[in-house]
């Protein structure tokens, strides 16, 4: 059983366009955070979000943590091609090691 | 160097031989992980060291090894592995446990691309 379901899996834009990702849950996490990984590399990490209700902006992406815990969108305005990479979300429980990870949202941007 | 490093970036082997991954981080961390990432599936969570002690196995196969000398450096042995372990191999640290004061984040390596012909 999948924890994390991120939506839509891909998505192929063109530059200038706006854009939500989603990742879902229906377990409660005491933070979240949001990576982009490009192919070849490791993820990046770009936020964490720990507060219900929490909105974060990074730029031109806005991240926000749903009210009871249990998913987060990520918005980005006017992508641009440096955009383009795998996004994945990951939840960490109050305890234990294990980062629950999402297959991810393989974003697209052509100029 | 900051952040964590991997070596290789890449490495091909043969089901018989015996090679080892390396990973260093740089950040002062307490804990470092070992992931494999395949196509299409979710980064899977191998192994979970916790000053020097490893605290976490996820049912991995014995023919993967890992050793933690000391809390910056994680090392991946392997040995008769096979197709289906080809896969890009991360690295990961953070701070110690998951904690209400700190948010609990982990920081990656770019990863060893693993092909095992």
């Known amino acids: 059983t999948q924890l994390l379901e991120q939506s839509p899996q891909f998505l192929s834009i063109q530059e200038g366009e706006n854009l939500t990702v989603y990742c879902n849950s229906s377990s409660v996490f005491s933070s979240l955070q949001w990576y982009r990984q490009e192919p070849g590399e490791g993820p990046v990490l770009l936020v964490t979000?720990?507060?219900?209700?929490e909105v974060k902006k990074l730029k031109r992406l806005t991240f926000q943590f749903g009210d009871a815990r249990k998913d987060s969108s990520l918005h980005i305005t006017a992508a641009q091609p440096g955009d383009t990479g795998l996004y994945l979300c990951?939840?960490?429980?109050?305890?234990?090691?294990?980062?629950?990870f999402g297959k991810g949202t393989s974003l697209l941007v052509t100029p | 160097e900051t952040g964590v490093t991997q070596t290789p970036r890449h490495l091909v082997m043969g089901m018989t031989n015996k090679k080892s991954l390396k990973c260093e981080q740089h950040?002062?961390?307490?804990?470092m992980y070992w992931y494999k990432q395949s196509a299409k599936k979710p980064l899977e969570l191998m192994f979970v060291?916790?000053?020097?002690?490893?605290?976490e196995n996820n049912s991995v196969p014995s023919r993967f090894s890992p050793e933690c000398p000391n809390s910056s450096h994680l090392f991946l042995h392997l040995h008769t592995l096979q197709p289906e372990d080809s896969a890009l191999y991360l690295c990961?640290?953070?701070?110690?446990?998951?904690?209400?004061?700190?948010?609990?984040?982990?920081?990656f390596g770019p990863g060893t691309r693993l092909t095992v012909t």
């Open positions: 950040l002062g961390h307490n804990a």
């Open positions: 990961a640290s953070s701070q110690d446990v998951p904690s209400t004061v700190f948010p609990y984040e982990q920081y």
């Open positions: 060291y916790s000053l020097e002690e490893r605290v």
């Open positions: 990951a939840g960490a429980r109050s305890s234990g090691y294990a980062l629950n």
């Open positions: 979000v720990v507060t219900g209700g």
